[in-house]
């Protein structure tokens, strides 16, 4: 059983336009959050979510919209992708905001051509 | 804002203990976490320390001083299999955890 599942696991695509990952646990827990890695392996916080409420937005371009539709979800639009948002994204969940351990997701290697 | 530093790159021997040291400076600090990560993988928690001292699980230990901003992750009886990235996070009263560089740890036989 996949705890916590991405997809797609790869994305290419062309500067402009617009795509979304989804992310899935089945965890049973409380917050989501998504991460972006990039080519230098830094691992960034994007946006946390918890019990479908956003907690946590960081400085990211109003490009990147997150959405929950419930708490096992919490998807990840991107508008007008530019070159620089090639990377690979993480989706992570935790039993609750504070002091759990993260589950992250098998990541999402998105590449803009 | 957070700083944290971790060194980029560690060399041990199969059979050996390394020690990885993690310094940050943050407000508000709730706790620090340590995370494996393989080339190609996802993170994988480790351990985590709220408290000052010593948290130990098997061939794995994490410090933690509060009062000098410091931990480190001890590595016992090194294997092939421990070669990756090895990731320190520190978690604010916010709730946000905030990932160091990494330190990539290639064990040689």
């Known amino acids: 059983d996949t705890a916590v599942s991405q997809t797609p696991k790869y994305l290419v695509t062309q500067m402009g336009n617009d795509k979304s990952i989804k992310c899935e646990q089945n965890?049973?827990?409380?917050?989501m959050y998504w991460y972006k890695q990039d080519s230098k392996k830094f691992l960034k916080i994007m946006f946390s979510?918890?019990?479908?409420?956003?907690?946590i937005n960081e400085t990211v371009p109003n490009r990147f919209s997150p959405k929950s539709p419930d708490k096992a979800h919490l998807n990840l639009h991107i508008n007008s992708l530019e070159l620089g948002d090639s990377a690979v994204y993480f989706c992570?969940?935790?039993?609750?905001?504070?002091?759990?351990?993260?589950?992250f997701g098998p990541g999402t290697r998105l590449t803009v051509l | 804002g957070q700083n944290i530093d971790q060194p980029t790159e560690m060399t041990a021997t199969e059979g050996a203990i390394v020690q990885i040291n993690c310094t940050y400076q943050?407000?508000?600090?709730?706790?620090l976490f340590w995370y494996q990560q393989h080339a190609g993988e996802a993170p994988t928690f480790l351990s985590y320390?709220?408290?000052?001292g010593l948290e130990e699980k098997g061939r794995f230990s994490s410090f933690l001083s509060r009062s000098k901003g410091y931990s480190y992750l001890l590595l016992k009886e090194l294997q092939m299999k421990d070669s990756a990235s090895y990731l320190c996070?520190?978690?604010?009263?916010?709730?946000?955890?905030?990932f160091g560089d990494g330190t990539t740890l290639t064990v040689k036989p």
């Open positions: 992570a969940s935790s039993q609750d905001y504070e002091l759990n351990e993260q589950f």
């Open positions: 965890l049973g827990h409380d917050t």
């Open positions: 979510y918890n019990n479908k409420e956003l907690i």
């Open positions: 943050t407000s508000g600090f709730n706790g």
């Open positions: 320390n709220v408290l000052d």
């Open positions: 996070a520190v978690e604010t009263n916010a709730g946000k955890s905030t």
